[in-house]
């Protein structure tokens, strides 16, 4: 996946004086003997601020850009959080279990030195990620990195991460609102332009020579279609993206896009985006609909945690009964309200569709080509239904007054034909009504939710907990209550 962070993965052992440092080393050889991956193991054993500095240093000297920080046995306080603080980098703290039944020389009390340096972490305000469970044998440790991995990769590629958008958000689409307080808060920067300002780019590109050989490559891709006189223009505009983030990135590594796409959009561009949306979020540079900024922040962080191509869908229909009733109700132990059609207009990868085709935005259509006619200018779309299997439903959101907030859900699309138009699916979520009611809506969240396609709920909540979000919503079962939710409904 191009356009995210690669980690480097470095492992510091600690010490604290009055125990043996020989534990420590002992115990952090083992874990880079039960380690699979790639590992920098520093071979410095922190006891002391000198130390520190000397360990930071040695991995820094060796690319190390997220970091492990292994209490071998108590640890010392001041030194080891002061590590985590001057690294810098994403930084995870775990401790090792008493494993070979020696507990007088072979004891370490790293269980106990845990609290000690959690509660220095909170006095100096760092953060650092911790596992479910942080302390455990080698073999456990190896399995809390490899969960490490996808939360210091979202880290690390936010603080590089440039979002490019175009145009205000369209009339009536106050959801779409993006206070930027929150982005730099994240560490990220926002660049934002007016749509004529794309339009003017797009223009300058109307000769571009490497238009034809996209456009090879565009009609390989979809195959045959009536709709195929839309692909020299939808090419011209992806050049143009991939130009402007090559030429706006400045500074920063990474870059996602928040763009306007209609109405005038396909007046003037001659074309629905959705088709080079899809196309660009595939290969991890989301491009959201809708100038929705947040929904690019939220699709760039799926990706991120993923590795895989993302969408951002509408939580836009109730399931009909009749649909229900035909393909569900006897097959599965959904409730008619637990599920819910998740749509977009067409900007969804070919990869996370079945039988995908390319179309023309039914819906723009109505207003602007309302004659029989064929479509013109509302071409462009990628249509079909989800592919079935797990996603997770999530977006992290600013309130207009810059609180950053988040939920999670994780569910499942239905292999359920939907009979409809878009990029759409029949997704099933737990007590989905509930979470609809008492999350989406009682917290004013936009209607667009970023969806990955694999269930990783327990790394984005990670990853929402280490940026420091503090509303995290979920779906709860029906045994929970929500806080704001009438306990005599009933």
């Known amino acids: 996946m191009e356009n995210i962070a690669q980690v480097r993965l470095g492992l510091i052992a600690v010490s604290r ?138 880290v690390l590629s936010l603080r590089q991460l440039k979002i490019i958008s175009f145009g205000p958000r369209p009339q009536d689409f106050l959801a779409c609102n993006a206070p930027i307080q929150g982005l730099f808060d994240l560490g990220v920067e926002i660049e934002e332009n007016s749509e004529l300002d794309l339009l003017a780019a797009y223009h300058a590109h109307a000769d571009d020579q490497r238009i034809p ?102 939580i836009n229909n109730t399931v009909p009964s009749t649909l229900y009733e035909q393909y569900i109700r006897t097959k599965r132990s959904y409730r008619n309200d637990d599920l819910f059609m998740g749509f977009h207009c067409g900007n969804t990868d070919c990869s996370l569709l079945k039988n995908p085709h390319m179309g023309y935005q039914l819906i723009m259509k109505r207003d602007l080509e309302p004659d029989p006619a064929e479509p013109d200018i509302t071409r462009g779309t990628m249509e079909g239904d989800l592919v079935a299997g797990p996603i997770t439903m999530f977006r992290l959101q600013s309130t207009s007054r810059g609180e950053l907030k ?13 009979h409809s138009f878009g990029s759409i699916g029949v ?23 970023a969806v990955a396609f694999r269930h990783v709920g327990k790394a984005l909540f990670s990853l929402f907990s280490y940026l420091g979000i503090e509303d995290i919503s979920y779906n709860q079962k029906a045994s929970q209550i929500y806080a704001n939710e009438n306990p005599f409904k009933h």
């Not at 988040?406 to 939907?418: F, K, N």
Request: hydrophobic share 40%; glycine share 8%.
């Open 427 to 449: 997704i099933g979520v737990e007590e989905m009504a509930r979470f609809y009611r008492y999350v989406l809506l009682a917290k004013a969240y936009p209607h667009h939710t």
């Open 213 to 314: 050989a996209l456009v090879k490559e565009m009609s390989e891709q979809v195959g045959s279609t009536v709709y195929a006189g839309v692909l020299p223009r939808l090419a011209q505009y992806e050049i143009t993206l991939l130009d402007w983030a090559k030429e706006h990135a400045g500074s920063r590594s990474f870059v996602a896009f928040a763009n306007k796409c209609w109405p005038a959009f396909q007046t003037e561009f001659k074309f629905v985006p959705c088709y080079v949306n899809s196309r660009l979020t595939a290969r991890g540079i989301p491009v959201s609909c809708e100038v929705d900024i947040y929904g690019a922040l939220s699709e760039y962080l799926g990706i991120c945690v993923s590795e895989h191509p993302v969408t951002l869908l509408d």
């Open 17 to 154: 004086s009055c125990f043996p440092a020989s534990l420590s080393e002992k115990r952090r050889k083992a874990v880079e003997k039960a380690y699979s991956g790639t590992l920098y193991a520093c071979p410095v054993i922190v006891e002391t601020e000198l130390d520190m500095q000397r360990a930071i240093q040695d991995v820094k000297d060796q690319g190390v850009n997220a970091l492990v920080v292994l209490l071998g046995n108590f640890g010392p306080e001041t030194a080891e959080t002061l590590l985590v603080k001057q690294f810098g980098g994403p930084a995870m703290v775990v401790a090792s279990a008493e494993g070979d039944g020696d507990l007088v020389d072979g004891r370490g009390d790293a269980f106990c030195g845990l609290l000690n340096c959690s509660y220095n972490l909170s006095l100096r305000s760092i953060p650092c990620y911790m596992p479910e469970y942080p302390v455990g044998d080698a073999r456990e440790i190896a399995a809390m990195i490899d969960e490490f991995i996808p939360i210091a990769r979202a």
């Open 406 to 418: 988040a939920y999670v859900a994780e569910g499942e699309v239905l292999d359920v034909p939907t």
